[in-house]
């Protein structure tokens, strides 16, 4: 009897097994945060497939260094490598009903124009840059930094509570607090390129290659929820020191910073700007 009562119930339990582990996930994969349908098959993907949701985007001017590129290199192809063209804050966070077991995370993105030489090869596709990002956020109330990982450099605004470093040697990004211990490591390191059209281009030898992007995934679980309250991203650029490509290859002259390129809040203008061997940075500050 008992048998034949599991028998009776067995596909309603089958669909609803469907439903549970197929079907929702598949929803929320597909549908999540988008709810426009676009495109030749009227489904578009969620932006957590593809760096995740734009909390904040700032563009930064080509041509734009802070000091002369060092004698003995390539000029061209090294300076594509220290040349910032844009900063994004992005968050990728899945509903917890899709199931998918992704770490929510916020993507630290820069962009550089064309393919970036990496001239010591390293697996992470790039050797020359090293980038800091010192993140102000809601929850901590740091006041002053005692970290001797710190760019030379003056803060023109909040303090900060978090160092974020990303070389091309390091497994992942790594989150520094401000005494310089380290606090926490990144989700993630990625390389995409992109052409013209902002599509994806597979490869590094392509010529179609018109944008690298670098992303560095932090673990929200650590930071916060970077889509609440103010957070603030002061963000820089050095060469890589080759013994220790956490730290900016120092200037050859005292009169020049150690920082090639820095991305300024829009109501900073450029042209005003005057370098120095401290320069000052700006907070680009992205509010929700
Ligand atoms: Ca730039």
Known sequence: MQ????????????????VAVVLVPVAYFVMEGSGDWTGRTGIKITPNLDDGFILGEFEDPADDLLRPL????????????????????????????????LQPRLNLV???????PNPQNSSRGFSLPVMHVYLDVPELQTTEYSSEKVAPARFKGPAWDYQVILDGFH???????????????????YL??????????????????????????????????????????????????????????????????????????????LLN????????????????
């Open 70 to 101: 060092p004698e003995g290199l390539d000029f061209r192809d090294i300076k594509k490598a220290l040349d910032i063209r844009k900063f994004s804050v992005k968050m990728v966070k899945y509903h917890p009903l899709s199931g998918i077991g």
């Open 273 to 288: 700007y005057k370098s120095s061997p401290i320069p000052e940075l700006f907070p680009l500050t992205v509010t929700n």
């Open 192 to 269: 995409h390129y992109t052409d013209k059209n902002d599509v994806p281009v597979k490869g590094d030898t392509t010529r179609e290659v018109q944008t690298t992007r670098i992303t560095a995934a932090l673990p929200i679980k650590l930071l916060g929820d970077p889509s609440r309250g103010e957070w603030s991203y002061y963000v820089l650029l050095g060469l890589a020191d080759s013994r220790y490509p956490s730290f900016l290859a120092p200037a050859s002259n005292p009169q020049e910073p150690a920082i090639f390129d820095i991305v300024v809040p829009p109501e900073v203008h």
């Open 110 to 116: 820069f962009y550089f124009e064309g393919i970036l």
């Open 3 to 18: 048998n034949k009562a599991i028998l009776k119930s067995l596909p309603m339990m089958i669909i609803a097994f469907l």
């Open 171 to 189: 497994e992942q990004a790594r989150i520094f607090d401000a005494r310089g211990n380290l606090v926490g490591q990144g989700l993630g390191v």
